[in-house]
């Protein structure tokens, strides 16, 4: 983890010596603040330096990229902006209106920091005029209806589907590789990291699958997080500061603590030398042991329900969480409080994907009841 978080800073750092001064000040103040997480700080970066390679192959400024003075900014018009989407379209190939919009949004974001926050020497803003401002962004977020049928298939709708999912990476698994055509190398791999690593995977897959976590906040807790008198954890949720209560189910509290009883063996490490709740195992030439990365998580994921039928992503077993949790309980504004969503809006697509199921199982009933009934 600690690796992964220095070759993610040494990648910021790159990036900022090769644009102007004015962005390492927003990254600085973004950092300063915590008011934004090192990946999403990487990616607005790759964001600005494609939008200043725009600016100088365009010869809106002959120079390198770290000299685009802000006097450039100051002059472009609406049309500029336009030409700048499709220049991203057509020479950059992003087809996807989501991410010019996301390329956009990001440099609202500067925009904004440089016309609004940062001051220059005699108090007045670094940019004097901010085009950006009057750049709308169209279409940055389906309705939750449209996001309610993107999911249909893509989760489990019933509580019984998410055990028999778990029944399968607890006792299924092992025997369908054994079935299975793959070469016998491969088998016997993917049996010995099963072997390893199967009361841990079912801790993390019982855990998203009973709680809504997302993946990042699954992998980033420690072993101190767990609360075992309220059955919860303690995460910080995105767009916070302090951490949060996230309560989880019974099947997951068995589960973490079928893990927690062999993880220290297992992975031959203590809780004082690695804090972390879910490690990996150990590799590299000193076999350090260390916390499981959220790349790792995602891939195991894939693994199972791949194997599974499914091919699922971490992202759907939380949301299969959330569309079993409103099926059970309808109530939007606890549900939206459990995965720490800030607009009750995103939440309910999971009402709208349930209620949906439930007309299909009417309709399929009526349909039932037109049939003569059988001895």
Do not use: C
């Not at 389906?142 to 989760?155: H, M």
């Not at 980033?220 to 075992?228: A, R």
């Not at 599974?308 to 109530?331: I, K, M, P």
């Not at 809006?345 to 299909?360: G, K």
């Amino acid at each position: 983890m600690k690796n992964e978080q220095q070759q993610l800073f040494a990648l910021i750092e790159e990036k900022v010596h090769r644009l102007p001064y004015y962005v390492g000040q927003y990254v600085e103040y973004k950092e300063a603040g915590d008011r934004a997480k090192p990946n999403t700080l990487l990616s607005y970066l790759y964001d600005y330096e494609r939008f200043f390679s725009f600016l100088t192959e365009e010869g809106y400024y002959q120079g390198e990229l770290r000299d685009v003075p802000l006097t450039v900014l100051e002059t472009l018009k609406r049309e500029d902006i336009d030409k700048y989407l499709l220049f991203l379209k057509k020479y950059s190939n992003i087809k996807k209106r989501t991410s010019r919009n996301r390329m956009l949004s990001s440099l609202k974001s500067l925009f904004h920091y440089l016309s609004q926050i940062e001051e220059d020497d005699d108090g007045f803003p670094l940019l004097k005029r901010n085009i950006m401002a009057k750049i709308e962004i169209k279409g940055t977020k389906p309705s939750p209806q449209a996001q309610a049928d993107a999911l249909k298939g893509r989760v489990f709708t019933s509580r019984q589907e998410i055990q028999d999912f778990l029944d399968f990476v607890a006792l299924g698994y092992a025997k369908t590789i054994k079935d299975s055509h793959e070469r016998e190398p491969v088998k016997k791999r993917l049996l010995h990291y099963y072997s390893l690593n199967m009361e841990r995977d079912l801790a993390i897959l019982s855990l998203i699958l009973g709680s809504g976590l997302r993946i990042y906040e699954t992998v980033s807790l420690d072993v101190s997080d767990i609360d075992w008198k309220e059955r919860a954890v303690r995460v910080v949720r995105k767009g916070k500061e302090d951490k949060t209560l996230v309560h989880f189910s019974e099947s997951a509290l068995a589960q973490l603590e079928s893990y927690l009883a062999i993880r220290d063996d297992r992975y031959h490490i203590t809780r004082k030398q690695e804090p972390a709740l879910f490690v990996s195992l150990p590799t590299g030439p000193n076999k350090q042991v260390g916390r499981l990365t959220k790349r790792a998580a995602q891939e195991m994921i894939g693994k199972y329900t791949k194997w599974y039928g499914r091919s699922l992503s971490a992202h759907n077993l939380r949301h299969s969480f959330a569309t079993v949790h409103w099926a059970e309980n309808q109530d939007v504004f606890g549900l939206q409080s459990q995965l720490g969503h800030s607009n009750p809006q995103t939440t309910q697509r999971y009402a709208l994907i349930f209620n949906d199921t439930l007309r299909e199982m009417i309709d399929k009933m009526d349909k039932n009841d037109d049939e003569p009934p059988s001895d």
